[in-house]
């Protein structure tokens, strides 16, 4: 979304949203949101960390329908699209503190990294997730210390989820009726530049947070060789 969009209001979340269920500890809050000005969002990603430490997982949640019809309106495979959305917070999530230098060209091949994971999801291996106490699927991609993870086995939502410091089999979901927690009402418009806001001013609200000081050898392997 461009700065002007940005300023402008979402219509309310009107789909299943999934955050992590109630023996998480730890702060809570909405993180963001994809969608268009005056239109109802097409994901919302709700941010989870664990209490004074730097484990926790950012849960994103996408009504099928209308996703697939943003996404791929003209064809192709809505599955692809949903791991790119995990597959890029992974390695936007992973990468160190923003006053390290970025080697020329790694942010380009991180973005590259992330489409070409995607496109092979079918690869990724299984974990199994309990979603309001059933089982389901879910296929996970691990890079830089971190996952990405998405299931598409409930009937109406996708949900994605990206790890830092825990592990992806057996993450525990729920549906989010109360919102209260997470400092948002989504039963309101939602705001891009309200929620920064929020989280500016919620130091534990910033995951990861930015202590890391060095590149993981997985973002190092995909340096371009001219740069090495």
Partial sequence: MNSDAADKAS???D??????????????WVDFFEGVPDAAPWALWLGHRERDSTRGVRIGSMPRARYDQTMCSTGGDPLAEVAFSGAFGLVNLTLPDGSVPRPEGLIQSLV????QEAKRYPAWPWVRWDV??????ARVLRFAGAWAGFTDGLADTYVVAIGIGVEPEGL???????TAAYGTDLTAPLSLTALGRYKSNR??????PPQRDAFHPDQLA???KSEI
């Fill in 203 to 208: 130091p534990e609200a910033w995951f990861p």
């Fill in 222 to 224: 995909l340096v371009p």
């Fill in 15 to 28: 789909f299943t949203v999934y955050g992590l269920d109630q023996t998480f500890r730890g702060p809570r």
């Fill in 132 to 137: 309001d106490g059933t089982s389901v699927p």
């Fill in 172 to 178: 525990r979901l729920v549906p989010i009726s109360e």
């Fill in 11 to 13: 219509l309310p979340v």
């Fill in 112 to 115: 590259e990294h992330a489409e």
